[in-house]
């Protein structure tokens, strides 16, 4: 199935948007700075992946060769749509590094 650009261009913008206001405000609650990012490639095993999250510790070896086998066979634009979620979570906590070194207090 292929993608058009709009269709990939959007998908870019919301994930960017969706990953940078979850880790802004994780940032904020939590007072971790990178944690959005650490946790990013979780969700992002979540999204893409087929396997049961429980069968990762009762058939580890078939789970994670299925999800290399998921990740490998992946599209160029999934892969830069999910790229754009895991910039967003980056960016959220640069944005609040800065934030906090100009003084601003958040909870």
Partial sequence: MEMSIPVLLISMLLFFVLFFG???LLNMILRMSWLPAILSPIVFIFIIDDVRWIEYFTAPSASFAALKHKIISLAPADLMILSSGLV?????????????AKGYQMF
């Fill in 88 to 100: 967003g979570a980056i960016f959220s906590g640069i944005a609040i590094r800065a934030l906090r």
């Fill in 22 to 24: 979850i880790g802004f």
